[in-house]
């Protein structure tokens, strides 16, 4: 997490400029863009994602109230780290921002911009067709001055190296990438941000999408299925695969444990149940499974049941559930103990929540209310 706030992935598509035989790119990269996606990343999603599937990232940093009328700058004085992220944006922001644009010749309709931060100069743009029948991966070493295609760097021996429009970088090792191929069970990786290629190829004919690093340990990493909602689990870096469990819908379905906390390795995960599924409209429940995972998963709170999402950070586990018309609420689960209602003190209806940010003490709650409005919370030491 400590990458989270400043590792970048923006989608786009390109509309065909009629004056040339093909699509244009062009990227705009601005300093003043990135500062300003890490101060709101710092007030708002440092070691956070949203608990709903549907919801867009959005700008939260005007217009909180603050129902328990606490200022917004004493509740971040609480978070140290918060605040020194905070002070240190604004710092880095006094000098007026720098933009470069460059033009990519490339064919392709669709693309992923990554910039994976901490002063990093390497940016990645991958670019594909629809029906996947082309890819593209450039590579800048400047902050975006200037593109190489890198493709060939990938496999010398495979003249379309066909790429998943997704790829992947370590949580504490913004060096390590891995970019699943298309259609067959191998991927690609580098360890040095792109300046060489490692083919990996899988023993098994599985075709993991969505990948998840154990925090780390390289080795060790996740990878769910998305056509057939399989979930694994590698231990060499992607040469063999374990099954952990099925009915595993998306990313947002399974995380690894807290290794200060948990037992080492273990998995949390969400399980729909495929009749629940079929019919367009299911819920889930927690479990989780330690090595060798062979054995029967656990339910982690069976008092807890169907629920819509879950989000496990440090000693804290939350989950979203919709009560009979409706409306959401939000459980807490501390130190790995049974789920508790959180008590939230507003009179508005909800419709989402944002943990916005944690330390061992609270937590800080994002809620939307029905009305349109966001209200900043402040949880006790339970997060109740």
């Known amino acids: ?20 035989c093909c699509n244009r790119i062009w990227l705009f990269l601005s300093l003043a863009v990135l500062v300003g996606v890490r101060q709101a ?19 939260m940093t005007s217009r909180h109230n603050l129902t328990n009328g606490i200022p ?17 944006s604004r710092r880095q922001a ?32 991958l670019t594909w067709q629809p029906a996947l029948v082309n890819t593209n991966l450039h590579r800048s070493t400047n902050y975006g001055a200037s593109f190489t295609n890198i493709e060939s ?16 970088t370590s949580p504490t090792n913004k060096n390590f990438l891995a970019f699943p191929h298309a259609t067959r069970s191998l991927m690609y990786i580098t360890r040095d941000e792109g300046q060489t ?16 690093w154990y925090p780390g340990e390289d080795n060790w990493i996740l990878g769910l299925n998305t056509q057939s909602d399989v979930l694994y689990v590698t231990q060499d870096t992607g040469t063999s695969w374990t099954l952990v469990d099925n009915y595993v819908d998306t990313a947002q379905d399974f995380q690894w444990g807290d290794p200060t906390i948990d037992p080492a390795h273990i998995v949390y995960y969400n399980v729909y149940n495929p009749t629940d599924k079929n019919r367009g409209n299911y819920t889930v429940h927690l479990y989780t499974k330690q090595p060798p995972f062979t054995n029967p998963a656990q339910e982690f709170d069976p008092n807890l049941g169907r ?27 501390y130190n790995r103990k ?25 937590a800080l709650v994002i809620v939307q209310h029905v009305q349109g409005q966001f209200n900043l919370y402040l949880s006790d030491s339970s997060g109740v």
């Not at 990343?41 to 700008?59: I, Y």
């Open 1 to 20: 997490t400590k990458y989270a706030c400043y590792h970048v992935q923006i989608f786009f598509t390109i509309n065909r400029d009629s004056s040339m």
């Open 41 to 59: 990343c710092a007030l708002e999603v440092l070691q956070a994602r949203w608990l709903e599937k549907d919801l867009q990232f959005r700008s």
């Open 72 to 88: 917004l700058q004493d509740i971040i004085k609480q978070f140290p780290s918060l605040e020194d992220s905070l002070q240190r």
């Open 94 to 125: 006094t000098t007026g921002p720098n933009s470069t644009t460059y033009t990519l010749n490339d064919q392709n309709s669709y693309g992923l911009i990554h910039y994976s931060g901490s002063y990093s100069q390497v940016i990645f743009v």
């Open 153 to 168: 760097l990938l496999d010398r021996t495979d003249a379309n190296p066909l790429l998943w429009p997704f790829f992947y």
């Open 197 to 212: 290629f490692t083919r990996v190829n899988f023993s098994q004919p599985i075709n993991p999408r969505s990948l998840q």
């Open 307 to 333: 629920h819509d999402d879950f989000l496990l950070l440090g000693r804290y586990i939350f989950a979203q559930q919709t009560d009979s018309t409706g409306n959401p609420f939000l459980k807490v689960s």
């Open 338 to 362: 049974p789920f508790q209602i959180a008590q939230i003190p507003s009179t508005f209806g909800h419709m989402n929540y944002i943990v916005s940010h944690i330390n061992n003490l609270q």
